[in-house]
């Protein structure tokens, strides 16, 4: 088991209302994602993964991920069961428009 935290700094606060959203189910091959609201437009994301040495490949994705979506003020909370670098991005996005969606 792998632990770390990524900091990043956003362009911009993410938009919505919602307090917290989560999306995904840990299971062979995927993820959970949490994310929470924090104050400013600094971004942590905390990795939890059973697949250890892959740190540089998840800065990576992360990395793509802040640049495209812009997640700031988010504490993200990532559970991995082993998910593949796609299924990480396409859960992140799915959890930054969730987040962002007005209740």
Do not use: Y
């Given at each position: 088991?792998?632990?770390f935290t990524i900091q990043a700094e956003a362009a911009s606060r993410c938009g919505?209302?919602?307090p917290s959203a989560i999306i995904?189910?840990?299971a062979s091959g995927n993820l959970e994602i949490l994310l929470e609201r924090i104050e400013g437009t600094g971004c942590a994301i905390e990795v939890a993964t059973?697949?250890?040495g892959f740190r540089p490949i998840?800065?990576?994705v992360?990395?793509?991920f802040v640049q495209r979506t812009s997640p700031g003020g988010l504490r993200i909370s990532i559970n991995d069961?082993?998910?593949?670098?796609d299924t990480v991005s396409l859960r992140l996005m799915q959890g930054v428009r969730l987040i962002s969606e007005v209740p």
């Amino acid at each position: 088991m792998e632990q770390f935290t990524i900091q990043a700094e956003a362009a911009s606060r993410c938009g919505g209302t919602r307090p917290s959203a989560i999306i995904g189910v840990v299971a062979s091959g995927n993820l959970e994602i949490l994310l929470e609201r924090i104050e400013g437009t600094g971004c942590a994301i905390e990795v939890a993964t059973s697949a250890t040495g892959f740190r540089p490949i998840w800065e990576a994705v992360i990395a793509d991920f802040v640049q495209r979506t812009s997640p700031g003020g988010l504490r993200i909370s990532i559970n991995d069961g082993g998910a593949r670098p796609d299924t990480v991005s396409l859960r992140l996005m799915q959890g930054v428009r969730l987040i962002s969606e007005v209740p």
